[in-house]
């Protein structure tokens, strides 16, 4: 299956709350990402009073797969991959693989896993029998090298059906988002160059309206397209305080469970979640990299600035962070726990969940949603997408300024806006779509669906069987072990799951390889099944 929508939509939220389902099930997933920030992403722990059912270890697709960097040839990866038991077993008893951020997966290492899959597992069919679940926007980042993962013909093979999600979670500004979707496909109108332009007056505005203002504020991060003006920019500021400064040390703890669990390798997971060592100063900007408190706001992406450090009553507790926050409150930030475990060890960091926030990559703010962007969207905007991207973290237009715009920067990839625009128009010929604008209320997204490539035709329920479309009850037969379902999270529908359960049209089997195993439940009664 392929999850795909635009920014700020739920689409990883969803794959989560799928794959929990699964978990439940005691069926085996595996949750991974082309990044660690993003496998870190996928990761679920319970808090203390919300039901323990479910963890997600999230992982890079590399370390699931067992591969390093995956720069070898097939056959080297495959020696590799059998000469460890461990990694041979996850390959063989995964039973659903979830792939987040599919869009940053080139589609050479996307083949590679291809044919490992069939090769481990000893199984002609596409990745050796393992369902595929893939997630992500291919109109936002492309892969720093290759090409799209969805012009091989691997991809072709695997017939993905394909969901698309249309109500913005992110957002609750209906016309910021539907200007979002027209900068998504360079689409963008000439009143949207106009709209924009005058976000670069209001950052012109809230320069003056600061200027020789002693009062602690929360300012907008800068978004830049390179890694060295970050740099700059946050040394820049924090030179420039002549406030009260505090250190923190990480508290990391490592075990492996076999030769395989390599420390350095879990360590720069988290390196790139949470650094090791942290200065922070007061009146320094900051944003949360944690969600502490999610019904409170204070989630991953929160902005604010420290307006002190509370030394703890006992040493072992540490010293806290005093933060002011953009909706005016100030609460107290303590260490947090970032766990990495798989089948190989299990990797932990205690760490104060913030960092300096003046200014961020472009790259680094996917998947974050911010409160108050600057976006520098200047000459040096190269890549296809990044403005979109850029544009679309922010919450609101109210939290936008521009420091610099260039309406050329606008653009989305050629090969990348086909592709979609196909799966879109095969969507819109072959699925019953609500005739109203998208509400952004809730998470009761109606989730739409297509074959893509050939894949299999939805089926309708009636009673307790389920039948293709238009034929009558008394021609169908329904095999089955199980007929569980459960609510997906708030995502409008249900899935029913079973590892043995198979659909046989009347005197001919379906064969293995094709047996549906998720079938999802839509809102409207209509049914998806893989």
């Known amino acids: 299956m392929l999850l795909h929508a635009p920014g700020g939509t739920g689409k990883t939220y969803l794959l989560k709350d799928i794959a929990l389902d699964l978990i439940k099930r005691n069926i085996l ?9 993003a496998a870190l992403g ?13 963890i997600i270890n999230g992982s890079t697709i590399h370390s699931w797969a067992g591969i390093g960097l995956g720069t070898d040839t097939v056959d080297k990866l495959q020696e590799k991959i059998l000469s460890f038991t461990h990694s041979t077993k996850k390959w063989r008893n995964t039973k659903v693989l979830f792939m987040d951020e599919v869009s940053m997966v080139a589609g050479e290492l996307f083949v590679k896993l291809y044919k490992l899959g069939q090769r481990v597992r000893r199984n002609t069919a596409p990745f050796g029998g393992i369902i595929l679940v893939v997630c992500g926007d291919f109109l936002q980042l492309p892969p720093v090298k290759g090409t799209w993962a969805f012009v091989t013909d691997e991809w072709a093979a695997l017939k993905l059906r394909c969901v698309i999600l249309e109500t913005p979670q992110r957002y609750q500004d209906v016309k910021w988002f539907e200007l979002l979707l027209r900068v998504r496909k360079a ?26 203002s002693d009062t602690v504020i929360v300012k907008p991060t800068v978004l830049h397209s390179k890694k060295d003006d970050v740099s700059f920019d946050n040394e820049i500021e924090m030179r420039n305080l002549d406030t009260e400064e505090m250190s923190f040390e990480a508290d990391d703890v490592f075990l492996s469970y076999n030769k395989s669990g390599r420390r350095d390798y879990y360590y720069k997971l988290l390196d790139d979640t949470i650094p090791k060592n942290i200065t922070l100063k007061v009146g320094a900007q900051v944003m949360l990299k944690a969600n502490l408190d999610v019904p409170a706001g204070y989630v991953n992406g929160s902005r604010g600035v420290i307006v002190g450090f509370s030394s703890a009553d006992s040493a072992d507790a540490g010293t806290s962070v005093m933060v002011k926050w953009v909706s005016g409150e100030v609460t107290e930030v303590t260490a947090h726990a970032w766990i990495i475990e798989d089948n190989d060890a299990k990797a932990s960091r205690s760490q104060i969940p913030l960092a300096l926030a003046w200014a961020i990559t472009i790259h680094k703010s996917q998947g974050c949603s911010l409160d ?13 997408g990044q403005a979109y991207v850029a544009l679309s973290r922010v919450r609101s237009s109210e939290g936008l300024f521009l420091e610099s715009f260039y309406p050329k920067g606008i653009k989305a990839d050629a090969v990348a806006l086909e592709f979609v625009n196909n799966i879109e128009k095969e969507y819109a010929a072959t699925s019953e779509r609500s005739s109203a604008p998208p509400t952004p209320v809730g998470r009761s997204d109606k989730l739409h669906s297509l074959p893509v490539e050939g894949g299999g035709k939805p089926v309708r329920r009636v009673g307790d069987r389920l039948l293709p479309p238009n034929r009558a009850t008394s021609t169908a037969t329904t095999v089955t072990t199980s007929s569980a379902s459960t609510d997906v999270g708030r995502g409008g529908g249900k899935v029913i799951s079973s590892p043995k359960k198979r659909f046989l049209p009347p005197n001919k089997d379906i064969p293995v390889k094709k047996r549906a195993t998720l079938v999802f439940i839509m809102s409207d009664g209509t049914s998806e099944y893989l």
């Not at 209001?202 to 309206?209: D, P, T």
């Open 372 to 384: 108050y962007v600057i976006c520098d969207l200047g000459p040096t905007v190269f890549s296809p």
């Open 187 to 212: 689409e963008h109108t000439k009143e949207d160059i106009t709209f924009l332009q005058t976000r670069v007056k209001a950052y012109q505005n809230w320069l003056k309206s600061i200027e020789g």
């Open 42 to 54: 996928l990761s679920t722990r319970p808090l203390p009073g919300q039901d323990p059912g479910g």
């Open 29 to 37: 997933v595996a949750c991974t990402a082309p990044t660690g920030v």
